[in-house]
């Protein structure tokens, strides 16, 4: 069986987990506003949904 010849350092582990990070879950970043909504729903702060204005502010 493959045995690692040697530890791996905490450099390499950093490194390999920087795009291992945490959201929040089940919800996207609005493309109008920038703000956190739930995903296939209209974005609380503006109204939009999938760049349409749905209900007004
Ligand atoms: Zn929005």
Excluded: D, F, W
Excluded at 15 to 43: D, F, W
């Amino acid at each position: 069986m493959a045995v690692p010849k040697r530890k791996t350092s905490k450099k390499v582990k950093n490194q390999r987990r920087t795009h291992k990070k945490l959201h929040a879950p089940g919800m996207v970043i609005c493309e109008n506003c920038g703000e956190y909504s739930k995903p296939h729903h209209v974005c609380k702060s503006c109204g939009q949904y999938n760049g349409k204005q749905v209900v007004e502010q």
